[in-house]
């Protein structure tokens, strides 16, 4: 490489054979110590139950698309989505994973969401038209996602040995506690929006949620005061969120059937998600 020398000065001399093994050698350090403060295995865990979320969000909404007793609830679901999608993200940088590169894995991520594209607009205008898809072809599009995205995780949970990191439980600090019981109470209302809630209600709290997902994706991004919740909880919060979740996952999937007597039991299960969220706010989490 032609050296450009400072202006008045004599070009330096160029480095021996060993100075430049020695510069090589340091790079490799570095190198390993980033690798040192990074738990890949713990990334690729990340990697399996966001494929596994994503499953089971789609086949959701494979059962939902085109139904009219649900459109009105569907923002809900997506906000709920939404906001665990930034959650994982937050835990996968607790791991010391910063973005996500890109491989030829991705060109198969791609065809991927074509395909999913293309079949969710079949099954919507299956659903505005009456024709009859029968369900083992609406659970094709989750498992080909369970597929496609979780084997390269479960490869790298095997093939990933642990970092040299400690992770220790620590008692959560007051502004995650508030956040931890904040989003328990949206989820709370949530349910009981759209298990009893008047039914003009459902969009509205959808909106609402959507709105309160970017405005936490921004304050993140100016203030280094908001908490990274998916970093610090353990899980105690990450169970509540993932019973509140799946709480409005069947509330979806009754709402599809058409049998909503057991709606009257949503207030039911909005108070023990509730009760889940506040408990679990003042337990111990992750040092992040």
């Not at 070009?11 to 100075?19: D, G, Q, R, T």
């Not at 600090?173 to 349910?191: C, D, K």
Request: net charge neutral; with cysteine.
């Amino acid at each position: 490489m032609d050296q450009r020398p400072i202006e008045g000065a004599a070009p330096l001399p160029a480095p021996s054979s060993e100075i430049a093994q020695a510069y090589l050698d340091e790079v490799n350090a570095v190198r390993a110590r980033r690798e040192a403060g990074v738990d890949r295995r713990g990334a690729a865990w990340v990697g399996l139950v966001n494929a596994v979320t994503l499953s089971v969000y789609i086949t959701v909404v494979a059962f939902s698309i085109g139904e009219a007793s649900v459109s009105s609830s569907f923002m809900t679901f997506v906000g709920v989505f939404l906001l665990w999608v930034q959650l994982a993200n937050q835990r996968r940088e607790g791991y010391g994973v910063i973005g996500y590169g890109f491989s030829r894995r991705w060109v198969v991520v791609i065809v991927l969401c074509v395909v999913l594209l293309v079949a969710l607009v079949v099954f919507f205008f299956a659903g505005i038209t009456d024709v009859v898809v029968p369900s083992f072809v609406r659970l094709i599009p989750g498992a080909l996602t369970l597929l496609v995205l979780g084997w390269p995780a479960v490869c790298g949970i095997l093939r990933s040995p642990p970092a040299d990191v400690s992770s220790e439980r620590v008692r959560l600090s007051s502004g995650s506690r508030f956040a931890t019981v904040i989003i328990g109470a949206m989820m709370t209302l949530g349910i009981w929006v759209l298990s009893v809630g008047e039914e003009v209600l459902h969009p509205l709290f959808g909106l609402l949620l959507m709105l309160g997902n970017l405005g936490w994706w921004t304050a993140a991004r100016v203030s280094e005061r908001m908490p990274a919740l998916g970093a610090v909880w353990a899980w105690p919060q990450w169970t509540a969120f993932a019973v509140s979740g799946g709480v409005i996952a069947a509330i979806l999937l009754v709402q599809v059937s058409g049998d909503t007597t057991l709606l009257t039991y949503g207030p039911i299960a909005a108070a023990a998600v509730f009760c889940l969220h506040v408990g679990s706010a003042f337990l111990d989490g992750c040092d992040g």
